[in-house]
């Protein structure tokens, strides 16, 4: 295949994706070489590599000798960017558990969904959303309830401080009675007592069910391998060396993503402890002024993040009197970075804004912008290390440079598949490996790609996918709905705002009324901001509902 006739691009660097057996030898290496060095920081509170080495290690030894947790079994985390994720996380591996990440601000029936899919036997979960849990956890598997407290790794005085206002000033944590609950506090105590058990595990054994949404809009778990993870690390960390050489246990890298977010999961959290850096977790990256306040504390060298919050912190008037001669690299992700908001922040912070792109599905970076001087606004850039990237045609057709093609990817960070969903599997993943991102791209004459247009009728809202299908079929168990039909378009803050059609079944329904009702059955990003009632939506003459003229609509609105 000739790569100037066709939009083909194989990265001539390599990596070995198997540097390490698993996170688990990643993890235990890390956290002794650099033992005396800030591993993790929020709040102002500080762990160690040597502390987070040791609580990962009591609480493994609480789910092998008291949860009775195997190799294999489900494990939940929800919550925040706290002291406790890595703990948990790192513990969790350690035991040889499967981590099935959780969005902290799913309602009932999206916690209900994922654990019963995944077959989760523990959560631990922040207080804040334990009343939440208790409504569906009898539909569920799970038997160990771990429960934290905002402040639980911080020190006495803090800690007292902290939880008691977050319960009884903030009124932050509402009742629950979750009869299987345990302290987190209890279970590191009752762990240091007890002996763990290293484990050991294949490159090819599943560490994550990380789930997505995918072209259906039924949420699926993808399937990462211990190999898929490292792949990816090894990955990032050879692109990151090609501009700028990092120095290990120097790094201080801006966590602001969650860590239940694929993009920090294996950026910040995996593949800069690896180098000994220094996380600064952010709990609530939309508190700007908080935020703003954090970064003046901290000599930082690297910032993950996505566009829309680049965006909010270059427009509070404080940002200028962050000191940001120590930072080396900045990449955005999770949804696309303007190209009005990449060339500010370079001129703001004297740093390029580098735009990837990647999946769950491919762990998640698959393409890159280089961070070396040749970056290209307004493309995704070129593919990482030991991976490939094509476009294909409805046919599966090699496309042209130039022309518009549904993105395909292969490299040994692309997923095993989607949990037990053999029929969606063999939807994306093809023969010989290709993965089908749904994504419609551009391959220009230099190499880059530029993303076009989604096959998919996703929705990006502040880097969080969110898929129409899912949205109808909520809006229409409303008794007072006949059809809905729900599309994104265009918005400076989010990237994209949801707008749903609805065609009334009882005259009697309101706006209010639909959303009120959104809010209880949809996490907070879905929610749509517009709602416009019709008589009737425009369909095929097979009666599948057409968003895109409805989208097309809008558009036009927009432009007139």
């Avoid at 080495?53 to 706290?82: C, H, T, W």
Wanted: with cysteine; charged share 25%.
């Amino acid at each position: 295949m000739s790569s100037t006739a066709v939009s083909y691009s194989q990265s001539p660097r390599q990596i070995n994706p198997e540097f390490k057996q698993s996170l688990i030898e990643l993890i235990e290496e890390s956290v002794q070489t650099y033992k005396d060095l800030p591993a993790f920081t929020n709040m102002d509170v500080s762990l160690s590599f040597a502390e987070v080495d040791e609580m990962s290690k009591n609480f493994a030894a609480y789910l092998q000798n008291v949860a009775k947790l195997k190799p294999g079994d489900r494990i939940a985390v929800q919550m925040p960017n706290l002291l406790q994720y890595p703990v948990v996380l790192f513990g969790a591996i350690r035991a040889g558990l499967v981590v099935v990440n959780t969005n902290p601000l799913y309602t009932p029936r999206e916690m209900e969904h994922q654990f019963k899919d995944s077959g989760c036997k523990c959560i631990v979960i922040l207080a804040n959303f334990a009343s939440q849990l208790e409504k569906i956890i009898e539909k569920t598997e799970i038997e160990t309830v771990i429960v934290t407290e905002i402040g639980d790794l911080m020190p006495f005085l803090k800690r007292t401080l902290v939880n008691f206002v977050v319960k009884n000033v903030k009124k932050m944590v509402p009742n629950y009675g979750l009869h299987q609950a345990v302290s987190f506090r209890e279970v590191l105590k009752k762990g240091k007592s007890l002996s763990y058990t290293p484990t050991r595990a294949t490159p090819n054994e599943t560490v994550f069910i990380q789930y997505t949404g995918g072209t259906t809009g039924v949420s699926k778990g993808a399937e990462l391998s211990h190999r898929n993870i490292l792949a990816n690390v090894a990955q990032i960390l050879d692109y990151m060396n090609m501009g700028s050489e990092l120095q290990r246990g120097k790094e201080v890298i801006i966590t602001a993503l969650p860590l239940y977010h694929i993009f920090s999961l294996t950026v910040n959290c995996f593949a800069f402890s690896y180098y000994g850096a220094r996380n600064i977790l952010i709990t609530n990256p939309k508190d700007i002024k908080g935020f703003i306040k954090d970064l003046r504390k901290y000599k930082f060298t690297t910032f993950t993040g996505v566009n829309t919050l680049f965006n909010a912190l270059m427009n509070d008037s404080d940002f200028s009197r962050i000191d940001f001669r120590n930072l080396r690299v900045t990449v955005g992700g999770a949804m696309a970075v303007q190209a009005a908001v990449a060339t500010r922040w370079k001129e703001l912070t004297g740093c390029p804004l580098a735009e990837g792109y990647g999946l769950t599905e491919t762990s998640p970076v698959s393409t890159c912008n280089p961070i070396n001087g040749t970056e290209r606004l307004g493309t995704i850039g070129v593919a990482v290390a030991s991976t490939e990237v094509k476009l294909i045609d409805e046919d599966g057709n090699d496309v042209p440079k130039g022309e518009v093609g549904e993105l395909l990817v292969r490299g040994p960070q692309v997923m095993k598949g989607y949990y037990k969903r053999p029929d969606e599997t063999v939807k994306v993943l093809m023969p010989g490996g290709w993965l089908r991102t749904g994504d419609m791209a551009i391959m220009l004459e230099d190499g880059f790609f530029k993303i076009a247009d989604r096959k998919k009728d996703m929705i990006l809202v502040s880097g969080f996918n969110v898929y129409p299908n899912e949205l109808e079929d909520v809006i229409c168990s409303h008794p007072k709905v006949r059809e809905a039909a729900a599309i994104g378009i265009p918005d400076e803050k989010s990237g994209e705002t949801i707008k749903v059609f609805i065609v009334k079944k009882d005259e009697s329904l309101t706006s209010e009324e639909l959303r009120a009702y959104c809010k209880e059955n949809l996490t907070s990003y879905k929610v749509p901001k517009l709602i416009e009632f019709k008589t009737d939506l425009p369909k095929t003459n097979v009666g599948k509902v057409l968003r895109r003229d409805l989208r097309d609509q809008e558009l036009k609105k927009m432009q007139a």
